[in-house]
Structures are given as structure tokens and as C-alpha cells.
């Protein structure tokens, strides 16, 4: 079965960088694009930024365009996301969500691992 488990979170002074992974199992990693999406407390979930199977092609919400950038290896079966310049507002628990295609979607996939704390505070 789809296994994703995300790993990275921490806790970050405003204007501070982490980056996240999400190691891949139980499916063709390099056959499906990959989303990452983030719930901050109280909130609902929100899409975070997509990248195709290949990861020649990648889409960001206007919230993180610009500070976060999405990537994979498929040798290693691991998406990444690293986020630079982060703000208090960016913090939330972040999930890796593996899409139905090899397609971009700012669809919420159902399909998504335990996710990761990241907080952003002085």
C-alpha cells in the first residue's frame, strides 16, 4: 500500500529555512506527480505547490511562490520541499500527498502521509 512518510519539521526563527522530505513506498514513485499541502491549526487544508513525475514542471500557491521550491529524486523515490524566507504564518503541519496522475493538481489528493510540524516563531 501507498506509504509517505514526511520528515524535516521543526521549529524556525522567522526569516529562517527547513527543508522537507517525503520517503516513498508501496507504488511507482516516478509514474505519479506529488503535492504538498499544510493545515495550520484551525484552519482547513491548503495546497502548497505540485510537481509532475518527471519534475520538469512545478506550480506554487501565491502565499509561498518565490520562498519555497518543490523537487524529487526519483532514484531515491523522495520529494522534497525547501522553504527559505519563512514567516510565522507558514506554520502548520505539512503532508506529502501523492497525486492520481503524473498531472499537477491543486486538487487535495486523498492519498497523503502523517505530515510534518514546521512553526515559524522568535
Known amino acids: 500500500q501507498v506509504q509517505l512518510v514526511e520528515s524535516g519539521g521543526g521549529l524556525v526563527q522567522p526569516g529562517g529555512s527547513l527543508r522537507l522530505s517525503c520517503a516513498a513506498s508501496g507504488f511507482t514513485f516516478r509514474n505519479f506527480g506529488m503535492t504538498w499541502v499544510r493545515q495550520a491549526p484551525g484552519k482547513e487544508l491548503e495546497w502548497v505547490s505540485g510537481?509532475?513525475?518527471?519534475?520538469?514542471?512545478?506550480e506554487y500557491a501565491d502565499s509561498v511562490k518565490g520562498r519555497f521550491t518543490i523537487s524529487r529524486d526519483n532514484y531515491r523515490n523522495t520529494l522534497y520541499l525547501q522553504m527559505d524566507r519563512l514567516q510565522p504564518e507558514d506554520t502548520a503541519v505539512y503532508y506529502c500527498?501523492?497525486?492520481?496522475?503524473?498531472?499537477?493538481?491543486?486538487?487535495?489528493?486523498?492519498?497523503r502521509g502523517r505530515g510534518t510540524q514546521v512553526t515559524v516563531s522568535s
Open positions: 500527498a501523492k497525486n492520481p496522475s503524473g498531472f499537477i493538481t491543486t486538487d487535495i489528493p486523498s492519498s
Open positions: 510537481i509532475t513525475l518527471g519534475g520538469s514542471r512545478q
